[in-house]
């Protein structure tokens, strides 16, 4: 079965400061988006890796991660993933994640692929371990909650449908479009080498996770 890998890489990235978007700034000496498209492009199980970038970001695309093929992405992250739907032809399955977790692992994409036998979507998830409490000082059970990660993984056919009849407001993952639907996303078990680079210190974190795993 064709399995495609789109990364979204479209965003403005400006939240983790420096003179580039966050996409391209270095970690451990490659650019954030680089170590994702590696970990997709030598994995036996993906067949085609799509990148969706910014327009006014195509020339530093080009700079930065010379002969990467990208797409055009669109104003919200939810464009940018209908624009790369819209580029997989006859694909049947598709891995969407964000540039901003760079580091992927072959066992986080055999879970999701293999979840797909039996379900429309997959998502990778971390319990979580801090106590939970909502602003108006209310206790909050964390039994039964997780954190969602991106690889997502779906049938092509569901996503699209979910992409297509979503009159919602721009939702944070592609999960819950599939579930508004009545479709079915399995949960499996994610890494904690998938944390998301959102903010300047992020990046001395990401570094630090590198050099622990490759020590
Ligand atoms: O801003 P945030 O980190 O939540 O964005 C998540 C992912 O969605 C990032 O990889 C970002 O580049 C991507 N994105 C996109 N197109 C947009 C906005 C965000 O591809 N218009």
Redesign the pocket.
Known sequence: MNTVAL???????E?AGGTLPK?FALIAGRPMLAWSYAAFAKNPRIERVIV?I?EDQQRLTAEHMPGVATIT?????R???ASGLAAMGDAERVLIH???RPFITDAVIDRLIDALDNADGAVPVLPIVDTLVSTDGTSVSREGLHRVQTPQAFRVDSIRRAHAEWRGAEP?DDAQMVRALGGSVALVQGDPMLE?V?LPGDFAAAEARIGWETR
């Open positions: 990364i979204v890489a479209a965003g403005k990235g939240r996409q969706a910014a992405g669109g104003t919200t992250r464009a940018s993933v964000d540039a901003a944070t998301k959102t």
